[in-house]
């Protein structure tokens, strides 16, 4: 059995009953240390738990297997992760990329087992995620209510961080974030990241969406 299957998520490691295995390796700490200091994130008890756990898991099938191996289970991860242009990404390969050059250990068992960078990855990606600040968003539409309710939920529903949303008047004299509308924004807001849904302006569809919201996101949580 891969130990892989065995990986915890953040939310389980919130249960006060959840007990794990507690992998108190030299390298482990490190990689937290590391973490913690090169991103500025403080991680609490939980995140503490769920990274050194899967840390631990993944280093011992590192340790057990060698050569190439296939990660059906994170292959979109993957190719998203290689494809984007993200602060988060970018720092998660110089991370880990400063990791390999101070930590043989950790470097040896990259060698044996290359799937073991995709792992970090995705542990990674998963506490940096849960420590974004939600976005700021404000979003119209001049056909119906139920027209901006359908866009709130997509919205939602799409995005991997917090997101509050807002109507102008509820702004106030604040800018938000970034603005989602059928119409073109009050001169107020022209510097704010904007994405029209009208079909009028531009064709588009909730891919674009989505990837609208995670460039939002990562200009909040810039690392």
């Given at each position: 059995m891969f130990c892989r299957t065995n990986l915890v998520t953040i939310e389980e490691c919130k249960q006060p009953e959840f007990q794990?295995?507690?992998?108190?390796?030299?390298?482990?700490?490190?990689?937290?240390s590391k973490f913690q200091e090169k991103s500025g994130i403080t991680?609490?008890?939980s995140e503490l738990k769920y990274f050194n756990y899967n840390l631990g898991l993944i280093n011992q099938e590192a340790s057990l297997f060698k050569g190439e191996s296939k990660?059906?289970?994170?292959?979109?991860?993957?190719?998203?992760?290689?494809?984007?242009?993200?602060?988060?990404?970018?720092?998660?390969?110089?991370?880990?990329r400063d990791i390999r050059e101070?930590?043989?250990?950790?470097?040896?068992?990259?060698?044996?087992?290359p799937a073991l960078l995709h792992f970090y990855a995705m542990i990674l990606t998963a506490i940096i995620e849960k420590n974004h600040q939600p976005i700021k968003l404000l979003v119209?539409?001049?056909?119906?209510?139920l027209h901006r309710e359908v866009l709130i939920y997509k919205i939602i529903k799409s995005s991997p961080v917090p997101i509050v949303v807002y109507t102008s008047e509820q702004l106030k004299d604040e800018k938000p974030d970034g603005i989602v509308s059928?119409?073109?924004p009050e001169k107020k807001y022209k510097d704010v990241p904007f994405f029209s849904t009208s079909l009028f302006y531009s064709d588009w569809n909730n891919e674009e969406l989505v990837q609208f919201i995670?460039?939002?996101?990562?200009?909040?949580?810039?690392l």
């Amino acid at each position: 059995m891969f130990c892989r299957t065995n990986l915890v998520t953040i939310e389980e490691c919130k249960q006060p009953e959840f007990q794990v295995k507690n992998y108190s390796s030299s390298d482990i700490q490190y990689f937290i240390s590391k973490f913690q200091e090169k991103s500025g994130i403080t991680l609490n008890g939980s995140e503490l738990k769920y990274f050194n756990y899967n840390l631990g898991l993944i280093n011992q099938e590192a340790s057990l297997f060698k050569g190439e191996s296939k990660v059906f289970d994170l292959t979109n991860m993957i190719e998203k992760f290689k494809a984007t242009k993200s602060y988060t990404a970018t720092f998660i390969t110089e991370f880990l990329r400063d990791i390999r050059e101070n930590n043989q250990t950790i470097n040896t068992l990259i060698q044996g087992f290359p799937a073991l960078l995709h792992f970090y990855a995705m542990i990674l990606t998963a506490i940096i995620e849960k420590n974004h600040q939600p976005i700021k968003l404000l979003v119209q539409s001049s056909i119906s209510t139920l027209h901006r309710e359908v866009l709130i939920y997509k919205i939602i529903k799409s995005s991997p961080v917090p997101i509050v949303v807002y109507t102008s008047e509820q702004l106030k004299d604040e800018k938000p974030d970034g603005i989602v509308s059928n119409w073109l924004p009050e001169k107020k807001y022209k510097d704010v990241p904007f994405f029209s849904t009208s079909l009028f302006y531009s064709d588009w569809n909730n891919e674009e969406l989505v990837q609208f919201i995670d460039g939002l996101a990562d200009m909040k949580n810039s690392l």
